[in-house]
């Protein structure tokens, strides 16, 4: 099939930022793009040939959206699922396919398959609601502290909390989750992993993330990790045998627990590009963007490597700040070399949304990290009102 500069259409389920920086390698290729967001504001908007606004977990929404495309993707998991298994069975190309993102989607799926599967992952539990888990407390059948996580509705560093007293659930939602046995960790780490449709399989290096200790969120991602070449290796090797395991198609993002004893945990997957990929873009000869996009295509994958040492930092938007979106000291960073400021195009800002990210080369990855400090603390995603 002809992709470029034809009447070939491909369609993006989700409109944020993600589709937004994957529209920059279509844009390249000449592809034409449709794309489905529930906002009249989403960041695909200014980029994509055609925009339609719509429930992502809508079944006739998705279903009709689906219909005007060759090839599917999406950029979030939560989407109508029933839709888009009836799309694949009338034909339709959808990658990574139902079936892969049936098993991710939600949590509590997603641990049953690790442990069906012998894929290294932390002791768990999963409940029905959280009245039923607030039992085995009582009874004694659960000890605190754990890790509370909702199996479905998540994302950037919401619903996901430490639970070290009753009074901590008195606030959380009575809905299905996981207790997670809690993990002494010298690292999170990421790898993530290319494939096709015809079976090229690529691994990028592994990487480092630190977290914001209130919001969960990533603040840093360091590439490559500085961690031993051993656990570098076996991290790359428990991410491929988890992709091989999932089937998947398109990138598959594999978040980790670097043990105190050198083991390596799975802990979540992510089944398209990935806030730990970011830094591709300047850092690697072929983005995560530019891959996801090859591999949707069953075209040949670009190399993995990386360039130069990369470290990523997430704008996220200020505390005690909502509205309208001011970047402050933006300019200053701009006179900085090796220093890359991408601006996800939402006007909106509030406490701990992202909003950008910033990425920083250098051939000394210690130097890029001082340098990223300094970004960190030098830009402040305000508001003006």
């Given at each position: 099939?002809?992709?470029?500069?034809?009447?070939?259409?491909?369609?993006?389920?989700?409109?944020?930022?993600?589709?937004?920086?994957?529209?920059?390698?279509?844009?390249?290729?000449d592809i034409?793009?449709?794309?489905?967001?529930?906002?009249?504001?989403?960041p695909?908007?200014i980029?994509?040939?055609?925009?339609?606004?719509?429930?992502?977990?809508?079944?006739?929404t998705?279903?009709?959206?689906?219909k005007?495309?060759?090839?599917?993707?999406?950029?979030i998991?939560?989407?109508?699922?029933?839709?888009?298994?009836?799309?694949?069975?009338?034909?339709?190309?959808?990658?990574?396919?139902?079936?892969?993102?049936?098993?991710?989607?939600?949590?509590?799926?997603?641990?049953?398959?690790y442990?069906?599967?012998?894929?290294?992952?932390a002791?768990?539990?999963?409940?029905?609601?959280l009245?039923?888990?607030?039992?085995?407390i009582?009874?004694?059948?659960l000890?605190?502290?754990?890790?509370?996580?909702?199996t479905?509705f998540?994302?950037?560093?919401?619903?996901?909390?430490?639970?070290?007293t009753?009074?901590?659930?008195?606030?959380?939602?009575?809905?299905e989750?996981?207790?997670?046995?809690?993990?002494?960790?010298?690292?999170?780490?990421?790898?993530?992993?290319?494939?096709?449709?015809?079976?090229?399989?690529?691994?990028?290096?592994?990487?480092?993330m630190?977290?914001?200790?209130?919001?969960?969120?990533?603040?840093y991602v360091?590439?490559?990790?500085?961690i031993?070449?051993?656990v570098a290796?076996k991290?790359?090797?428990?991410?491929?045998d988890?992709?091989?395991?999932?089937?998947?198609?398109?990138?598959?993002?594999?978040?980790?627990?670097?043990t105190?004893?050198?083991?390596?945990l799975?802990?979540?997957?992510?089944?398209?590009?990935?806030?730990?990929?970011?830094?591709?873009i300047?850092a690697?000869?072929?983005?995560?963007?530019?891959?996801?996009?090859?591999?949707i295509?069953?075209?040949?994958?670009?190399?993995?490597?990386?360039?130069?040492?990369?470290?990523?930092?997430?704008?996220?938007?200020?505390?005690?700040?909502?509205?309208?979106?001011?970047?402050?000291?933006?300019?200053?960073?701009?006179?900085?070399?090796?220093?890359?400021?991408?601006?996800?195009?939402?006007k909106?800002?509030r406490?701990?949304?992202?909003?950008?990210?910033?990425?920083?080369?250098?051939e000394?990855?210690?130097?890029?990290?001082?340098?990223?400090?300094?970004v960190k603390n030098?830009?402040?995603?305000?508001?003006?009102?």
């Amino acid at each position: 099939m002809n992709y470029f500069s034809s009447n070939f259409k491909l369609g993006i389920l989700g409109g944020g930022q993600l589709g937004k920086m994957l529209l920059f390698d279509t844009r390249k290729f000449d592809i034409q793009t449709y794309v489905l967001d529930p906002s009249e504001e989403a960041p695909c908007k200014i980029a994509c040939n055609h925009f339609f606004q719509g429930n992502l977990m809508d079944f006739e929404t998705v279903y009709n959206f689906g219909k005007q495309v060759d090839v599917l993707t999406f950029e979030i998991e939560l989407v109508n699922l029933e839709a888009l298994e009836k799309l694949e069975n009338e034909g339709l190309k959808i990658y990574p396919s139902p079936k892969t993102l049936k098993l991710i989607q939600n949590k509590g799926i997603q641990k049953a398959f690790y442990n069906k599967n012998n894929i290294p992952t932390a002791p768990s539990k999963t409940y029905g609601n959280l009245k039923i888990l607030v039992v085995d407390i009582v009874d004694s059948k659960l000890e605190m502290p754990f890790v509370w996580k909702c199996t479905e509705f998540g994302y950037d560093g919401t619903g996901v909390k430490i639970i070290r007293t009753l009074q901590d659930l008195e606030i959380l939602p009575n809905v299905e989750c996981i207790a997670e046995e809690i993990i002494a960790f010298k690292n999170e780490l990421a790898v993530i992993v290319c494939r096709s449709p015809s079976g090229e399989i690529k691994t990028y290096p592994v990487v480092e993330m630190e977290f914001h200790p209130e919001a969960n969120q990533v603040e840093y991602v360091i590439c490559p990790a500085r961690i031993d070449d051993n656990v570098a290796a076996k991290a790359r090797a428990i991410a491929l045998d988890v992709s091989e395991k999932f089937n998947h198609v398109g990138l598959l993002a594999v978040e980790m627990f670097q043990t105190e004893n050198d083991e390596i945990l799975v802990n979540e997957v992510a089944p398209r590009p990935h806030n730990s990929g970011h830094y591709s873009i300047e850092a690697s000869y072929t983005s995560q963007f530019e891959n996801h996009l090859r591999a949707i295509l069953d075209l040949p994958l670009g190399n993995t490597d990386s360039k130069v040492a990369g470290i990523m930092v997430n704008l996220s938007g200020a505390e005690g700040y909502s509205g309208n979106v001011i970047y402050e000291n933006i300019e200053k960073i701009l006179g900085w070399n090796g220093v890359t400021p991408h601006i996800y195009g939402k006007k909106q800002t509030r406490p701990f949304r992202k909003m950008g990210h910033v990425t920083i080369v250098n051939e000394d990855i210690n130097k890029a990290r001082k340098i990223a400090e300094d970004v960190k603390n030098t830009i402040r995603v305000i508001s003006g009102n």
